[in-house]
């Protein structure tokens, strides 16, 4: 069975950083992508942007881009992301997903538990 | 950015019946190679999301054939028959067209 367990709760101060990660059991993440998924309290979901664990290849969605760092450690079998200079607006629950059976490393059929960040002086 | 558009239930759906969840695209999802690049997901209460349907109409492995995905290049549908109490939560369309991936902004579903 494919698991995908992330780290803890963080909270972190504005202007910190904060790391997560999102380690796979089960399954070698080199076959696949690693993506991250951001959930605002009450709001929906939002895609952060996707690393190739073979490469470490990344592409972020545009308003991303300077806030996360995507990295994974295929030795590990673990992904990363690292949230810089954290603001209120980055508050969230933040979701690592993966493919495993479906036929494209776009559809996202095994997720993580979800790791809850809460920015806060 | 491609937006997608969800409709509303009219909630609560009686046990038993079904529930059409309804998802616009603002470009065609349809590619030149025939395949349409939409994704259906479901998040229960308190818990990660899961996936449904992908390629528009393929059923994930383990998803009930009570779910059924459909459309055209722009519109699409999921249609459950005989919802369940299981079945309650948030429904997401999701497209994988075009970076960056885009999400519909959910469709609640609650049971009577």
């Known amino acids: 069975e494919v698991q995908l367990q992330q780290s803890g709760a963080e909270l972190g101060k504005p202007g910190t950083s904060v790391k997560l990660s999102c380690k796979v059991s089960?399954?070698?993440?080199?076959?696949?992508?690693m993506h991250w998924v951001n959930q605002r309290p009450g709001k929906g979901l939002e895609w952060i942007g996707r690393?190739?664990?073979?490469?470490?290849?990344?592409i972020y969605a545009e308003k991303f881009k300077s806030k996360a760092t995507l990295t994974a450690d295929t030795s590990s079998n673990t992904a990363y992301m690292q949230l810089s200079q954290l603001k209120s607006d980055d508050t969230a629950i933040y979701f690592c997903?993966?493919?495993?059976?479906?036929?494209?490393?776009?559809?996202?059929?095994?997720w993580g538990q979800g790791a809850s960040v809460t920015v806060s002086s | 950015d491609i937006v997608m558009t969800q409709g509303a239930l009219p909630n609560p759906v009686p046990s038993g019946e079904s529930a059409s969840i309804t998802c616009q695209s603002s470009?065609?999802?349809?590619?030149?190679?025939?395949?349409?690049?939409l994704n259906w997901y479901l998040q229960r209460p308190g818990q990660s999301p899961q996936l449904l349907i992908y390629?528009?109409?393929t059923r994930a492995s383990g998803v009930s054939d009570r779910f059924s995905g459909s459309g055209s290049g722009t519109d699409f549908t999921l249609k459950i028959s005989r919802v369940e109490a299981e079945d309650v939560g948030v429904y997401y369309c999701?497209?994988?067209?075009?970076?960056?991936?885009?999400f519909g902004s959910g469709t609640k579903l609650e049971i009577k």
């Open positions: 999701q497209q994988f067209l075009e970076f960056p991936l885009t």
């Open positions: 997903a993966v493919t495993i059976a479906a036929t494209s490393h776009y559809v996202m059929d095994a």
């Open positions: 690393i190739d664990p073979a490469n470490g290849n990344t």
């Open positions: 089960g399954y070698n993440i080199r076959n696949t992508y």
């Open positions: 470009k065609s999802l349809l590619y030149s190679d025939g395949k349409t690049y």
């Open positions: 390629w528009m109409s």
